[in-house]
């Protein structure tokens, strides 16, 4: 079982829609992180939040756009999206995001398609 | 971001053999974390090297840290139908944890 909660499981959007994917935990972490995973390969970072303030932006276009509401909760407003698009979002917490943080904790993934 | 090249991508294991990834830079790690992906599933955290030569034990999983803190290894014995999936090293770099290209392994009963 993962502590960090993600939703929905699933998404099908097109390419028109406004939809929200979500992110909890209640580890009391100070970190999080979305990363977006392509069938086969490995998880790419998009972006990082240490105490609920955006600290990377790893140069993902504007219609992925992140939020911190507080410092359990992260989500990832979609908006435009395109169909090369379409792979498992995963959310990640950690104690901290300095040089010394330990490890991640993956939620299980929202899986966005979009059409 | 880091560059780390994990060798090999793909392995067939007989259920009962032992194994070996490995995770090679050209650079200096700070420290590098591992973890595996079940077919499915998500990534989950293994392990997690921080000083030159380290070596730690899970049970069947024994990981190394090379002296030069270039290279990093995870060998597992007697492999277990439950040990398939992916396996990523991922070095953190500048508040980054970037994932290497992962080692698919395939237990074979």
């Known amino acids: 079982d993962t502590e960090v909660t993600q939703t929905p499981k699933h998404l099908v959007m097109g390419m028109t829609n406004k939809k929200s994917l979500k992110c909890e935990q209640h580890?009391?972490?100070?970190?999080m992180y979305w990363y977006k995973q392509k069938a086969k390969k490995p998880p790419e970072l998009m972006f990082v939040?240490?105490?609920?303030?955006?600290?990377i932006n790893e140069s993902v276009p504007s219609r992925f756009s992140p939020e911190c509401p507080n410092s359990s909760l992260l989500n990832l407003h979609l908006h435009a999206l395109q169909p090369e698009d379409s792979a498992l979002y995963l959310c990640?917490?950690?104690?901290?995001?300095?040089?010394?943080?330990?490890?991640?904790?993956f939620g299980e993934g929202s899986r966005l398609t979009v059409l | 971001g880091q560059q780390v090249m994990q060798i090999p991508q793909y392995q067939h294991v007989q259920e009962g053999e032992d194994f070996t990834t490995y995770c090679n830079s050209s650079?200096?790690?700070?420290?590098i974390q591992w973890y595996k992906q079940r077919p499915g599933g998500h990534p989950v955290f293994l392990i997690q090297l921080v000083k030159s030569g380290e070596v730690k034990k899970q049970k069947r999983l024994t990981f190394q840290f090379g002296e030069a803190k270039k290279n990093s290894s995870l060998h597992i014995t007697a492999t277990q139908t439950t040990d398939v999936g992916t396996y990523f090293c991922?070095?953190?770099?500048?508040?980054?944890?970037?994932f290497g290209k992962g080692n698919q392994v395939v237990v074979i009963p």
């Open positions: 990640a917490s950690s104690q901290d995001s300095g040089r010394n943080t330990g490890e991640l904790f």
């Open positions: 991922a070095p953190r770099e500048n508040n980054r944890l970037a």
């Open positions: 650079t200096t790690l700070s420290n």
């Open positions: 939040y240490s105490y609920e303030k955006l600290s």
């Open positions: 580890m009391g972490h100070r970190a």
